[in-house]
Nanobody, 121 residues
Framework: QVHLVESGGGLVQAGGSLRLSCVISGSIFSFSMMAWYRQAPGKQRELVAGITSSTITTYADSVKGRFTLSRDNAKNTVYLQMNSLKPEDTAVYYC???????????????WGRGTQVTVSS
């Protein structure tokens, strides 16, 4: 079993900052791509940022220059630092990871349950 648990969401005023964390636990052999997605009401889930095992990052155009993704492999944790937040960043943010478990020795895709981020104007 693999579990992804997000934290750090909340209510913040426009221009403020939040730092999301995602801890991956379970029978993990290794993990490769880790990412954050978000889903606003009435909209499709979209990729916010992703990071490979070699720490190559990719960002949605809407968050470039404001969000920073990082990972700590020793802690099985990925972080999303969000600065200069805008009301349009309001969404549920989901952690995603490609994890190889000791049981299967194959990579599978896992999701967290999400954390709400609300940015007030």
């Amino acid at each position: 079993q693999v579990h992804l648990v997000e934290s750090g969401g909340g209510l913040v005023q426009a221009g403020g900052s939040l730092r999301l964390s995602c801890v991956i636990s379970g029978s993990i052999f290794s993990f490769s791509m880790m990412a954050w997605y978000r889903q606003a009401p009435g909209k499709q889930r979209e990729l916010v940022a992703g990071i490979t095992s070699s720490t190559i990052t990719t960002y949605a155009d809407s968050v470039k220059g404001r969000f920073t993704l990082s990972r700590d492999n020793a802690k099985n944790t990925v972080y999303l630092q969000m600065n200069s937040l805008k009301p349009e960043d309001t969404a549920v943010y989901y952690c995603n990871a490609h994890v190889m478990t000791t049981a299967t020795m194959t990579y599978q895709n896992y999701w967290g349950r999400g954390t709400q981020v609300t940015v007030s104007s």
